[in-house]
């Protein structure tokens, strides 16, 4: 049998990982400043993170989610306290767009509307709701399409109010800062507008952290920079820093009954072993400040060029847009400067580095990066 071949590899045979450092099967060594998608969020192997997971393997793997797990219990009260979020309740799950798969159904359930805005540029995932609601037509199946979905503007506030006036909006759903449609942060206001939206007109606010979230801009959330609360907030990638992990912060409002959500894996002992080592090392190594300082200070580095159009971003979730398609400028960093970057579309450069990026590292990234444009 061979892969179902919907990837685009790179001919690289990662072995070994440690912090922002990855080892080929040749000994190669590599910069990290994409973390696996904005996963690796405490960096690869970190030893409290490790040890936390062999140390539950140990002592239980796995039961389903219909026994008491004291664990979830304690995710869910130190999640509270980090995010500011103390009243919402926490439903896990397994990816980010199952987490958003399962805010769209609430918000559905809450209002018993079935209509969602979105934004353009928007990308959610890649299941049946979470794919409707993301921008893109070419991973749209026509049984995907059939959901009622309305696109606006990024930062169209009038556009949302007229989509709001129809009166079947269920939900707004938004990334606070979107990642695959190329670092574009909402102006300020924007976000406050949406709430004050969604309160006109009794629709839900669903910030889709997936990607912004847990640290990386430099906040718990990347929609506290505006200072909004979401009804909703999905996570996902950086929970459980490489184990499948997802989850969804739900506003007291937000009524549950027997059975309305629901999962297998989800909150299983591992991925929450693995979530509170993420959340211990978050606290301890203070990492919320680092991707602040390290992200800016990166940003800040970034040279003058003639290829390059606009840097932005906030903290670790950085993107260098140029007037240029960037394929060969990524290649020349991973196969002769042995640098691992994203890109976003075809022009711009997407770095989402591990929160525990040094500034000796990012001056490495820089001096390569001076080099690959001369
Ligand atoms: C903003 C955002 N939402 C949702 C997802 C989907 O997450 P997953 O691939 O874990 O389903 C992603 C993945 O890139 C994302 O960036």
Not at 25 to 36: A, I, S
Not at 175 to 189: D, K, T, V, Y
Not at 286 to 310: F, H, M, Q, R, T
């Amino acid at each position: 049998m061979n892969l179902f071949d919907v990837y685009s590899l790179f001919d690289v045979t990662p072995v070994k990982a440690s912090g922002c450092t990855i080892w080929d099967d040749k000994g190669q060594e590599y910069l990290d400043l994409y973390g696996g998608h904005a996963v690796i969020s405490v960096g690869h192997s970190h030893p409290r993170y490790v040890q936390a997971i062999k140390d539950q393997l140990d002592r239980i793997g796995f039961y389903s989610n219909s026994v008491r797990n004291p664990l979830q219990e304690e995710l869910a009260a130190r999640l509270g306290v980090i995010s500011g979020y103390e009243d919402y309740s926490l439903f896990l799950d397994n990816s980010g767009a199952e987490s958003n798969e399962n805010a769209l159904k609430l918000a559905s359930f809450h209002t018993g509307k079935d209509r969602v805005i979105a934004f353009r540029k928007s990308f959610h995932g890649r299941t049946s709701g979470a794919v409707a609601v993301t921008d893109n037509p070419n991973i749209v199946s026509p049984f995907n399409a059939v959901h009622k979905v309305t696109f606006c503007d990024l930062n169209d506030a009038e556009g949302v109010e007229k989509a709001l006036r129809g009166g079947d909006v269920a939900g707004v759903i938004i990334e606070a800062i979107q990642g695959c449609g190329g670092i574009n942060i909402p102006r300020p206001g924007f976000l406050a507008e949406l709430r004050a939206l969604c309160d006109k007109y009794g629709a839900c606010l669903i910030m889709d952290e997936v990607q912004c979230g847990y640290g990386r801009s430099g906040k718990f959330f990347a929609h506290q920079w505006d200072g909004v609360l979401a009804d909703i907030v999905t996570l996902g990638k950086g929970i459980a820093n490489g184990l499948p992990c997802g989850g969804i912060l739900i506003a007291p409002k937000f009524k549950a009954s027997k059975g309305l959500l629901g999962t297998t894996f989800g909150g299983n002992y591992l991925a929450m072993a693995a979530a509170l080592a993420v959340l211990d090392i978050i606290e301890y190594e203070k990492l919320v400040d680092n991707a602040l300082e390290v992200g800016e200070y990166l940003k800040a580095s970034v040279p003058e060029s003639p290829l390059i159009k606009e840097v932005r971003g906030r903290g670790l979730m950085i993107g260098i847009e140029f007037n240029v398609p960037v394929a060969p400028i990524r290649s020349q960093l991973l196969y002769d400067k042995h640098i691992f970057t994203g890109v976003a579309g075809k022009n711009m450069i997407r770095l989402l580095a591990p929160l525990v990026l040094t500034k000796a590292q990012a001056d490495t990234f820089i001096q390569a990066f001076k080099e690959v444009l001369k």
